[in-house]
């Protein structure tokens, strides 16, 4: 398995699969930072009138005020964190390395961990128990022996508690109350290979989830059921966006942007203006389709084309987060690289 760079493919880094180091630091909490907007940040959110970004050995900052200023928020937790969501101004999730899932109910001023590599090992060995499946018994006892070191990569929440994360090998959990339980969806996705995955979105009762070697799944039953979309690349993709009722766009390796307008049956390629890496993707307040890539730029689809919105290319990129009245925050290895200010 080639061990993959932090930045490259959305933080699943070399220190990723290291075991050693991924168990204290699982514990640990994150050291108060000086400068906590200068570190490696790889994504970020809205919650309510704030900007929220984490990133590497727990950091998780907090703006109010447009990304002029930031504060560090208490985590319990110094592992590399890759994604975060918020449900509304107050409900939020976030997840990183070692399996690790935190909350807050309170807008990301603090963190509750919910679930870590350890508990899924175990929830994993409990459910191939009950279900007398041998071959979900070896699986789990290697993750026992493994250790916490399998990175969660991204996560839905909604305002009713419901929690879906995904991650590395095939991870994929979900929880109805707030993350106090957990079971595995594992065996709902059509990925015998134990593929990572990326990212996931949802619309409505519709689920869409994106990660290695062209691997697409769809739900259309808020994801008690999936079917794979046939994609004509076989790159990883390491994000994706539902911009329309019936619209599905993925885009990862080499700048490969395939969009379908049918829920996957039919697939075109966006072409882009630089075959860098995208990394991350949101949809602006207005409809438009943003993309952020690693040769530093951040891009808006204009027609039929893509346009990049920063002149001059910055640090590689990471995250990307729009603003639900306008304006958007994008990130890189470098810490926080462009605000543009709400309306």
Same mark, same amino acid.
């Given at each position: 398995?080639?061990?993959?760079?932090?930045?490259?493919?959305?933080?699943?880094?070399?220190?990723?699969?290291?075991?050693p180091?991924?168990?204290?630091?699982?514990?640990?909490?994150?050291?108060? *930072?000086? *400068?906590?907007?200068?570190?490696?940040?790889?994504?970020?959110?809205e919650?309510?009138?704030?900007?929220?970004a984490?990133?590497?050995?727990?950091?998780?900052?907090?703006?109010?005020?447009?990304?002029?200023?930031?504060?560090?928020?208490?985590?319990?937790?110094?592992?590399?964190?890759?994604?975060?969501?918020?449900?509304d101004?107050?409900?939020?999730v976030?997840?990183?390395?070692?399996?690790?899932?935190?909350?807050?109910?309170?807008?990301?001023?603090?963190?509750?961990?919910?679930?870590?590599?350890r508990?899924?090992?175990?929830?994993?060995?409990?459910?191939?128990?009950?279900?007398?499946d041998?071959?979900?018994?070896?699986?789990?006892?290697?993750?026992?022996?493994?250790?916490?070191?399998?990175?969660?990569?991204?996560?839905?929440? *909604?305002?009713?508690?419901?929690?879906?994360?995904?991650?590395?090998?095939?991870?994929?959990?979900?929880s109805?109350?707030?993350?106090?339980?957990?079971? *595995?969806?594992?065996?709902?996705?059509?990925?015998?290979?134990?593929?990572?995955?990326?990212?996931?979105?949802?619309?409505?009762?519709?689920?869409?989830?994106?990660?290695?070697?062209?691997?697409?799944?769809?739900?259309?039953?808020?994801?008690?059921?999936?079917?794979?979309?046939?994609?004509?690349?076989?790159?990883?993709?390491?994000?994706?966006?539902?911009?329309?009722?019936?619209?599905?766009?993925?885009?990862?390796?080499?700048?490969?942007?395939?969009?379908?307008?049918?829920?996957?049956?039919?697939?075109?390629q966006?072409p882009?203006?630089?075959?860098?890496?995208?990394?991350a993707?949101?949809?602006?307040?207005?409809?438009?389709?943003?993309?952020?890539?690693?040769?530093?730029?951040?891009?808006?689809?204009?027609?039929?084309?893509?346009?990049?919105?920063?002149?001059?290319?910055?640090?590689?990129?990471t995250?990307?987060?729009?603003?639900?009245?306008g304006?958007?925050?994008?990130?890189?290895?470098?810490?926080?690289?462009?605000?543009?200010?709400?309306?």
């Amino acid at each position: 398995m080639t061990k993959m760079m932090a930045v490259a493919l959305l933080a699943v880094c070399t220190s990723a699969f290291a075991a050693p180091g991924v168990g204290p630091a699982l514990d640990r909490p994150a050291v108060m *930072s000086r *400068s906590p907007e200068h570190a490696v940040l790889l994504a970020a959110a809205e919650a309510g009138s704030n900007w929220i970004a984490v990133g590497e050995r727990g950091i998780v900052i907090r703006s109010g005020d447009g990304g002029r200023h930031w504060q560090q928020a208490p985590v319990p937790t110094s592992v590399t964190l890759t994604a975060v969501r918020f449900a509304d101004d107050r409900h939020g999730v976030a997840v990183g390395h070692g399996g690790t899932v935190l909350v807050t109910d309170d807008g990301g001023r603090s963190w509750t961990r919910r679930l870590d590599g350890r508990r899924i090992a175990a929830l994993m060995m409990a459910e191939a128990i009950a279900r007398k499946d041998e071959a979900a018994q070896v699986a789990a006892r290697h993750l026992t022996v493994d250790g916490p070191d399998k990175p969660l990569l991204d996560a839905l929440i *909604s305002g009713q508690g419901r929690l879906l994360v995904i991650g590395a090998y095939g991870l994929a959990l979900a929880s109805d109350d707030g993350g106090a339980t957990w079971r *595995s969806w594992a065996d709902r996705l059509d990925n015998p290979k134990g593929l990572h995955l990326y990212a996931i979105r949802c619309r409505g009762e519709r689920i869409v989830i994106a990660g290695e070697q062209g691997l697409a799944l769809a739900s259309e039953d808020g994801g008690r059921s999936f079917r794979r979309l046939a994609v004509p690349y076989n790159g990883s993709f390491f994000t994706l966006e539902l911009p329309g009722d019936h619209e599905v766009v993925l885009a990862g390796l080499r700048g490969n942007v395939w969009r379908s307008g049918d829920d996957g049956q039919t697939w075109s390629q966006l072409p882009l203006p630089m075959p860098a890496s995208v990394v991350a993707s949101q949809v602006a307040a207005d409809g438009t389709l943003m993309l952020a890539n690693q040769a530093g730029f951040v891009l808006a689809l204009k027609g039929p084309a893509f346009v990049p919105l920063n002149r001059e290319p910055q640090a590689p990129m990471t995250g990307l987060a729009a603003g639900r009245t306008g304006g958007y925050l994008a990130l890189s290895v470098q810490g926080v690289a462009t605000t543009s200010p709400q309306p």
